[in-house]
């Protein structure tokens, strides 16, 4: 499980200048999280805070000027934790050092090497390849191999306790009433002997294998806090010590009640974490993506390092089949480049000196040199799994609630209790076992264990599943939220199209092909930087046009340019390059003007100063917006479309699309005011941009979503990342967050109704009229077969990949990120 938090101390805007991660021991249950958390809010000068429960790392944001690492271990001391570093603890803290690590932990420390590195840092050494402790940017960290994770450690304990505590719980099962009434089973005729042996062995499922539960709920009450622990721990404790109090009387017990409870509880907490690894697994494989080692270049020599021990500035070659180890920038050569495991394009990119490479991406053919730009956790792979994790630690809006209500329920539960032994006690003639029983009963099933698992197992399923499908959901609110939404707003350029200009028309007025025309046009325009002439350029050579060399080249500013080829002096432009040379347009103005209605730009061909042609050109819309759009308007969303370009481009492509509202010649700052409009009628919106201009847009919407994993501002600043840019995945969003939000619902409803019809039940209402009795132990069977049942049913969760849209089930090798083949 994991705990976040983030809170601003101050109303006021504040800085934090600094970051700390402490690894926080003897953590036992999500209370313990929310106690560290609660002492860590309470410090003056932190500013936000957040616990990764599974890997119990502390990472918080502090003004150095009122508070230090210190002073927040010294918190968590006092209420009553160690820390890595303090006698007794762990060394499993040399990996958080203050502002130096970011550490995205996910599998073994093999796994860990190649991420456990410091952010990057400008002007930042070459450092001691040996990594030792003295070297800064390593941190002096020990790469045992053998060392489990954190998350595999509290798995696997809470795996041994459940084994502990059902091994001991058949035998006390066979010993107890539960077996001689109702199956006529009986080991030993001694009542006393049945239960002097059932308190011997039921003491270790208590005191042992529930120990994370009652030690949870003692630190809890002595920080005067009621929560999930408290729960248990009362059942529990109720029954047993309830039993060995009958036990010393000679009277019938009830051993088997806090028993199942117990093993019942763990089973459903083990079932848990094992969904949530099961998740983490998922990622696990992103860091097989990346090499465990590389070439880099260091005095002029060659060296195969460990990709843990690469830096910032580092020359690193590579070989046709190598992997790209880092985040870098080519320095020489040129190579085509397989960036389909990370970006999800299938074609291979062609690199060249200037271009940035990808960690994890495959150099296919031809040999480069490169620069590490990023390393670590500021990778773009780095930071998409830091973003699953945040997402997998947080908490929705409803699991807050059921926390609350925890704080209440121990209340009641306890008052349950008392006021059934009192009320049986002083207003019937049933002796004092059985009213103690149907106290006990009560206590039992009051215990809404159910509840507390009811959305964070529905998080961790709709999570993987986001991050198996390339949707990277930031938090359990925004997966909450997305569902909710009332209106979309999109951005035309990069979002539902490609963003890159292409030829669409070629247009002759005299007797020349069209082939020889594009080759004209594209030999004038092969010295020219402009988007447009590398459209058309791009054009020829699909086509196979072999282009001419240029002579007499000149560019007319606002109007287009001249050159020579083959003899010929061509003139390409807008309609004044014509007026300005002279060249009569014969009826190209009205072909151009239709054109341009379908919101292309058209460009005028003259050669020697005769009308040739129109080339032209437009931004692609991107394969899947058709069906992405249909799909949103399914789902009962407003889609409006929000463009800088001109009214007349953007209704083109708004009616292409069947988009109904269009918001035309917006500049970037002014995209957020459009998206407050909506907002302002009343309705919950998104808005999906590119993450860089449409920056301002993605924090006023109510949730951002940015299409395309390239930018930090689109990591930052958005709170949903589509990692394949295709805006088919937005649909694929919404539906996932509305079937996880009917899971979160359906559990809670669940727990919450089946818990208090339960109680009465439990507490003999219906013993006078029916002489229905439920013993603690049937209690506490249907206590946790309610915990069973709402694990079950987030699990089912996964139905949903089923009503994906289909471009978003495909294979890895269209996969952003690789995620699609992560399937468990």
């Known amino acids: 499980m994991g705990v976040r938090a983030n809170e601003s101390a101050e109303t006021q805007t504040v800085v934090s200048d600094r970051r700390a991660i402490v690894v926080v021991e003897d953590l036992r249950c999500t209370c313990c999280a929310e106690d560290v958390l609660d002492a860590v809010r309470r410090l003056d000068g932190v500013r936000s805070v957040e616990l990764d429960y599974q890997r119990a790392e502390l990472r918080f944001d502090y003004d150095s000027a009122l508070t230090d690492e210190e002073a927040v271990r010294e918190a968590v001391r006092e209420r009553g934790y160690r820390c890595d570093g303090d006698p007794g603890g762990s060394t499993t803290g040399q990996l958080a050092h203050t502002a130096q690590l970011a550490s995205i932990t996910c599998g073994t420390k093999c796994d ?33 191999m053998s060392d489990p994770t954190m998350a595999a450690a509290m798995e696997r304990d809470m795996r041994n306790r459940f084994f502990v505590a059902l091994v001991l719980t058949i035998p006390v099962i066979l010993l107890s009433p539960l077996a001689v009434n109702t199956f006529g089973f009986e080991l030993i005729d001694s009542d006393d002997a049945r239960n002097w042996l059932m308190l011997v062995i039921s003491a270790p499922i208590v005191w042992y294998a529930g120990w994370v539960f009652i030690g949870g709920a003692w630190t809890s009450l002595r920080n005067r806090a009621l929560n999930m622990a408290v729960l248990v721990a009362t059942g529990v404790l109720a029954a047993w010590l309830a039993s060995v109090f009958l036990t010393i009387a000679g ?103 200037g271009d940035e490479l990808i960690g994890g991406s495959v150099n296919e053919a031809g040999t480069l040199t490169f620069e590490a730009t990023k390393i670590g956790a500021d990778t773009a792979l780095g930071q998409i799994i830091d973003l699953v994790e945040r997402a997998q630690n947080s908490k929705a809006p409803g699991q807050r609630l059921a926390d609350r209500a925890a704080g209440v329920l121990v209340i009641v539960a306890v008052s349950a209790g008392l006021l059934t032994f009192a009320a049986w006690s002083l207003f019937s003639d049933e002796e004092f076992i059985r009213s103690l029983t149907f106290a006990i009963s009560a206590v039992v099933i009051a215990c809404p264990d159910a509840l507390g698992l009811a959305t964070p197992t529905a998080v961790a399923v709709g999570t993987g599943i986001g991050a198996r499908h390339n949707i990277l959901i930031k938090d359990a609110a925004t997966l909450e939220g997305i569902g909710a939404l009332d209106a979309i707003a999109l951005d035309k350029t990069g979002t539902l199209t490609l963003g890159e200009p292409a030829v669409t028309d070629l247009v002759t007025s005299d007797e020349r092909s069209e082939d020889e025309l594009l080759r004209l046009v594209a030999s004038a325009e092969q010295g020219s930087e402009h988007p447009l002439a590398a459209a058309i350029v791009g054009a020829a050579r699909e086509r196979g046009l072999q282009l001419s060399e240029t002579t007499g080249f000149e560019a007319v500013a606002g109007h287009g340019l001249e050159a020579t080829v083959d003899g010929r002096r061509l003139a390409v432009g807008n309609a004044r390059l014509f ?246």
């Open 251 to 353: 009277e019938e017990t009830f051993f088997e009640a806090a028993a199942m409870l117990v093993t019942f509880v763990l089973f459903g907490h083990w079932m848990e974490m094992k969904s949530r690894r099961g998740t983490s697994d998922s990622l696990r494989a992103l860091f097989d993506i990346v090499p465990p080692a590389a070439t880099v270049i260091r005095d002029g020599q060659e060296l195969e390092l460990p990709t843990s021990q690469i830096v910032v500035g580092d020359t690193i070659r590579l070989k046709p089949g190598d992997k790209v180890p880092v985040d870098g920038v080519v320095r020489s050569g040129s190579s085509s480049i397989d960036e389909s495991l990370v970006t999800g394009e299938s074609i291979p990119v062609e690199k060249v000196v």
């Open 579 to 824: 007026e300005r040379e002279g060249i009569t347009a014969n009826g190209l103005t009205e072909r151009a003007g239709r054109l341009a209605q379908e919101g292309k730009t058209a460009m005028y061909v003259g050669v020697d100063g005769q009308a040739a042609g129109l080339v032209a050109a437009a931004d692609q819309i991107r394969p899947s917006a058709r069906r992405a759009i249909a799909s949103l308007k399914e789902l009962g969303l407003e889609v409006a479309m929000i463009s800088g370009d001109n009214q007349r481009t953007a209704e083109a492509v708004a009616g292409e699309l069947e988009i109904d509202r269009v918001f035309a010649e917006v500049l970037p700052q002014d995209k957020a005011d459009y998206v407050e409009k909506l907002q302002g009628e009343g309705k919950g919106v998104a808005m999906v941009g590119d993450g860089v201009n449409d920056a301002p847009a993605l924090a006023q919407a109510d949730v951002g979503v940015a299409i395309g994993a390239g930018t930090d501002v689109a990591v930052e600043t958005a709170n949903v990342v589509l990692t394949r840019s295709d805006p088919l995945d937005i649909a694929a969003a919404m539906r996932l967050s509305r079937a996880t939000v009917r899971k979160m619902k359906q559990n809670l409803a669940w727990a919450s109704v089946y818990n208090l019809m339960a109680i009465p039940i439990a507490a003999g209402v219906l013993f006078p009229a029916a002489g229905i009795e439920l013993r603690p132990e049937w209690s506490a069977l249907l206590m946790s077969a309610s915990s069973i049942i709402v694990a079950t049913n987030a699990v089912l969760l996964k139905r949903v990949e089923g009503e994906l849209p289909s471009g978003v089930r495909t294979g890895h090798a269209t996969n952003g990120l690789g995620l699609g083949h992560l399937n468990r």
């Open 112 to 144: 860990r090497m190649q991420y456990e590195l410091p952010h990057t840092r400008a002007g930042e050494e070459h450092r001691d390849p040996s990594g030792e402790a003295e070297d800064e940017g390593h941190g002096g960290i020990s790469h045992d």
